[in-house]
C-alpha cells in the first residue's frame, strides 16, 4: 500500500458506513410495514422456524448497526493515525494541503482558496507532501468492512 492509497483510507470507510446508514434507514422504515402475525382460529401465520416475519427483520437491523458500529470504531482509530501521520510531515504548508485533502474531503480548489494558492500551487504541494510522508510502522488497512 503507497502513502496515497493509505490517506484516502478514511475517505472511502466514510463513504461506506453512510452507505449503510442509508441502508439501515430503509431497513428501520421496511420493518413498518412488516404484518404482525395474524390469529384465525387456530391458525397463526408464521416464517418456517417459527419466528414471525419481524423478528428476523429485527435480527437483521441489529446485525447492521452492530457492523456500522464497528465501522465507525475502525474510521476513528484511523483517523487518529492518519491524522499523527500528516503532523509528521515538516512543512504547515504540506500538512494543511494534506489534512484539508484527506481529513475534510476538499477539492483542490476549495484548498486553494482557503490557502490563498492556485489550484496548481496546492497539487504540486501535494505531491511534494506525499514523498515526505512516513508510512506508520504498523499502519491500519482497512479490508472488508462492509
Known amino acids: 500500500m503507497n502513502v496515497k492509497e493509505y490517506l484516502k483510507q478514511g475517505r472511502l470507510l466514510d463513504k461506506k458506513i453512510n452507505f ?69 510531515v515538516n512543512s504547515d504548508e504540506y500538512q494543511m494541503v494534506l489534512l484539508y485533502r484527506y481529513m475534510e474531503n476538499r477539492t483542490w480548489e476549495d484548498i486553494g482558496n482557503a490557502l490563498g494558492v492556485g489550484k496548481s500551487t496546492v497539487k504540486r504541494w501535494h505531491q511534494d507532501a506525499l514523498l515526505m510522508v512516513k508510512m506508520p510502522e504498523y499502519p491500519i488497512v482497512i479490508r472488508n468492512v462492509w
Open 20 to 88: 449503510n446508514l442509508r441502508r439501515l434507514q430503509e431497513m428501520k422504515s421496511g420493518i413498518c410495514s412488516i404484518s404482525s402475525p395474524q390469529i384465525r382460529g387456530d391458525k397463526v401465520q408464521t416464517s418456517p422456524d417459527g419466528d414471525a416475519p419481524f423478528v428476523k427483520a429485527l435480527m437483521r437491523v441489529e446485525e447492521m448497526e452492530e457492523r456500522i458500529n464497528q465501522q465507525i470504531d475502525m474510521l476513528v482509530d484511523l483517523r487518529k493515525q492518519i491524522d499523527e501521520t500528516i503532523h509528521s
